[in-house]
């Protein structure tokens, strides 16, 4: 009778469990001052060690048993909410969250945004605050994302005055650029001096080195997206700052109090107006506008429109200018469709434009690329373990490879338009994000992309499909006379690839975790450039019948720690990629005004590996981090044939962006309520380049003997930058205003941007000329916000 009642009372346990109903809390968190939504804050409902973060627009849903719990609200900056919570039935749960005032703050700072989760399965991740970015000492005193981003483990570039940034060993246009889901194509602004990204309108920033979710694409070695702020809908505010090169100011405010919201926020230079004092017949100056309009409708239906327009120009006297930069628009729609099923359409155009006036040539070059995007994502939170994220993309392209207009009568240039080229990539994507069990998290998910190289007016068909011959003799490669320029031709090419991701975090314990990603991922377009050259270039080419697609797998391992309640963490990962169809130029490549540029260019491959390591200090005074990356970063580049010498005779050798040793480091001290000092120092180990080993004499002439590819380096890169930040006490509660003081290369380091060699007038001895950009250089920097 006994072991009955037991058995008994087992299964009505267990029916009661099985029974029991699940409720769904859901909704949208804003801060109280501005009616911002914020991404990334914790709801926590610590009885069921359970919660959901919110995502890139605020919402959040989370499914649990009926019963009563104590909700907890938390997000750094911000005070926390707790509060009890019946539940019984699904439930609405909108929270506006007050800013922290400084005494509480050592209370609620629980959780910083810059700090991945040790339990999410995301790995390869890094985030930034624009807070963080703004203490960050860059050149000439002005905050830079990209700056910033390049104190990070695995980020680096190629120098002072080089646009861009290289991820693991990656290339310029590896990296795939999002500024309110809009492509940006060229993400600096005077050639790497500055980022196209004003610091006060940005809201959210997050890096993807590996790992990547499923959503992205098109890019074969990093994402960097970010989301600018919506604009206060309760009250008028404007910020800015005037420094020693550009100004910049941002307003913003209600529209329909608590409804509707604008924010505009503009920069510009202003340096190239001093040039003329000291005799200097050069220019060199950008300007750019950020704009976003919202209107929330009700609970499940908000509206927003955003764009950007930015210019760059850089002139030598009157015989080069240079002339580039971005425009992007997006209408976008959040709906919830109901407590568990969250969309966002967004309607997008990107433009990006280049140009060159060679006047001592005599004509004009302009050059681009335009893109129309449609993009619809869902997330769709089925229970409290699974987490589904699937939708469609669909981009349109038209490249302009080149416009040539002469610029004076007596030129002897004739006007000619290079043959435009269309192309179309489609892709959809499901991801899961899977909670197994307390330890282990998984997501797994796909991408299929689908890409067509449409019909264009002309198109050159060669012998044996082979745009490049290779002369036996020479042992060179020169381009093929095409044997047939087909007219209105159909659909070129079409490429189709599945690409696999998956990741997985298993805990260790509450402050410290294992977690492992693959990820494949395919690029269709191939940026032909040559920085080197007397006359930069900057061209987007599609993939095509002679220019494949760039395929990636990538692997990546790692172990995450906190100690003492997250007074500091430790990242550590190693990461291998191999890239197939990566594009390698012959020598002698000529790229400018080029209608056959598969003529200039060879298929091979490249792969990277490395170790990063990531130690950080989250509370206290003093806060920072230290990184350090080892890596390699190579590429080959085999014949053909047999008989075919490829690149570097078929080996492998350094890419032009491996940088074995990467140190960098950031301290950030808080003295008091009226000063802050920064710091950061960053070594690299020189980027490789080629010169000359050994000359030789040919009717009179002295001709340099190079030896093979990215076999010497620049001398190793290093600098040392101090900030400090004084807050006067302002007595006007209206207005308020800090001072930024900096110094970038304190010690004054003549780094090497290039090393050029030269015959010596007076001796006739050969000499190496070292080419440095910047020295030590003061700044200071007035911000004010009211």
């Not at 240079?322 to 359409?345: C, E, M, P, Q």
């Not at 990741?503 to 492992?516: E, G, M, Q």
């Not at 550590?572 to 540029?597: C, M, S």
Request: hydrophobic share 35%; net charge negative; proline share 4%.
């Amino acid at each position: 009778m006994k072991n009955n009642y037991w058995s008994l009372l087992l299964l009505l346990l267990c029916f009661n469990i099985w029974g029991q109903e699940n409720y769904t809390i859901s909704g949208t968190i804003t801060s109280a001052a501005s009616n911002e939504t914020l991404i990334g804050v914790n709801v926590i409902i610590p009885e069921l060690n359970k919660g959901a973060v919110t995502n890139e627009y605020g919402f959040y849903s989370l499914t649990l048993p009926e019963g009563n719990y104590t909700l907890q609200v938390s997000f750094i900056g911000f005070e926390n909410i707790a509060q009890p919570l019946q539940l019984s039935e699904n439930k609405k749960l909108n929270f506006s969250l007050n800013e922290s005032t400084e005494t509480l703050d050592e209370v609620i700072i629980q959780e910083d945004v810059e700090q991945l989760s040790i339990r999410k399965p995301q790995m390869s991740v890094n985030a930034l605050t624009a807070e963080t970015i703004k203490q960050i000492p860059v050149v000439l005193g002005e905050a830079d994302v990209i700056k910033s981003i390049l104190l990070l483990p695995g980020v680096t570039n190629a120098g002072e005055g080089a646009s861009g940034f290289n991820v693991r060993g990656g290339a310029v246009d590896q990296n795939l650029i999002l500024l309110d889901e809009a492509i940006i194509f060229n993400s600096s602004h005077l050639f790497g001096f500055f980022s196209v990204f004003n610091p006060d309108a940005i809201k959210d920033l997050k890096l993807y080195k590996g790992g990547i979710p499923a959503r992205y694409g098109g890019r074969v070695s990093s994402v960097l997206d970010i989301y600018q702020k919506e604009g206060n809908s309760k009250e008028f505010h404007a910020n800015g700052g005037i420094g020693a090169v550009a100004s910049r100011l941002l307003v913003e405010g209600p529209i329909v109090k608590n409804k509707s919201a604008f924010l505009v926020g503009g920069r510009a230079s202003y340096a190239h107006l001093f040039l003329p004092l000291f005799d200097i017949d050069n220019k060199a100056y950008f300007y750019d506008l950020n704009a976003k309009l919202n209107y929330n409708f009700d609970d499940k239906n908000s509206l927003y429109l955003s764009g950007y327009f930015g210019r760059d120009l850089f002139g030598v006297s009157d015989s080069f200018l240079n002339t580039y930069g971005n425009a992007t628009i997006n209408l976008r729609w959040n709906h919830v469709f109901s407590d568990k099923l969250f969309s966002n359409l967004s309607l997008i155009y990107s433009d990006y434009y280049y140009g060159l006036l060679l006047d001592f040539v005599g004509f004009q070059y302009d050059s681009g690329i335009r893109n129309f995007n449609v993009k619809y994502d869902f997330q769709h939170y089925l229970n409290s373990e699974i987490k589904l994220s699937y939708g469609l993309n669909n981009i349109y392209y038209r490249f302009n490879p080149a416009t040539i207009i002469p610029n004076r009568p007596d030129s002897g240039i004739n006007p000619s338009q290079l043959t435009d080229k269309f192309a179309n990539e489609f892709s959809v994507y499901a991801e899961a994000e899977h909670d197994i069990s307390e330890a282990l998290t998984l997501r797994y998910g796909l991408r299929l992309s689908h890409f067509t190289r449409l019909g264009q007016d002309a198109f050159n068909r060669y012998q044996n499909d082979q745009a490049l011959n290779y002369n036996d003799q020479l042992e060179l490669y020169q381009p093929a006379a095409p044997v047939e320029v087909q007219t209105n031709t159909g659909t070129l090419a079409t490429f189709t690839n599945l690409e696999p991701r998956a990741s997985l975090s298993y805990l260790i314990n509450d402050n410290s975790s294992f977690k492992a990603s693959y990820n494949r991922m395919a690029q269709y377009l191939h940026l032909i450039s040559n920085t080197n050259a007397p006359t930069p270039l900057d061209v987007y080419a599609p993939s095509g019948p002679y220019l494949k697609p760039q395929l990636l797998d990538q692997y990546a391992l790692g172990y995450f720690k906190k100690i003492r309640n997250n007074e500091y963490s430790i990242e550590t990962e190693i990461f291998y990629k191999d890239i197939q169809n990566r594009l390698d130029y012959r020598n002698g490549a000529q790229l400018i005004a080029n209608d056959a540029i598969e003529g200039e260019v060879l298929s091979g491959k490249g792969r990277a590996y490395g170790l990063e390591f990531l130690a950080k200090k989250n509370k206290g005074k003093f806060t920072g981090w230290l990184a350090y990356t080892l890596s390699r970063s190579e590429q080959q580049t085999p014949g053909r044939t047999p008989t075919e010498t490829g690149i570097n005779n078929g080996d492998w050798y350094p890419s032009a962006y491996d940088k074995t040793h990467d140190i960098s480091a950031y301290v950030n001290f808080e003295l008091n309520k009226k000063w802050n000092f920064n710091a950061n120092f960053v070594f690299q180990t020189g980027q490789p380049t080629n010169f000359p080993v050994s000359q030789s004499q040919f009717q009179g002439l002295t001709i340099a003997n190079y030896a093979t590819r990215n076999q010497q380096r620049l001398p190793s890169y290093n600098r040392l930058d101090l900030s400090a930040t004084l807050t006067p006490k302002n007595k006007n509660k209206t207005i308020k205003g800090e001072w930024v003081f900096s110094i970038y290369n304190v010690y004054n380091r003549m780094n090497a941007a290039s090393i050029t060699f030269r015959t010596n007038e007076d001796t006739g001895a050969n000499e190496a000329l070292r080419t440095s950009i910047f020295g030590i250089l003061p700044s200071v920097t007035y911000n004010f916000k009211f």
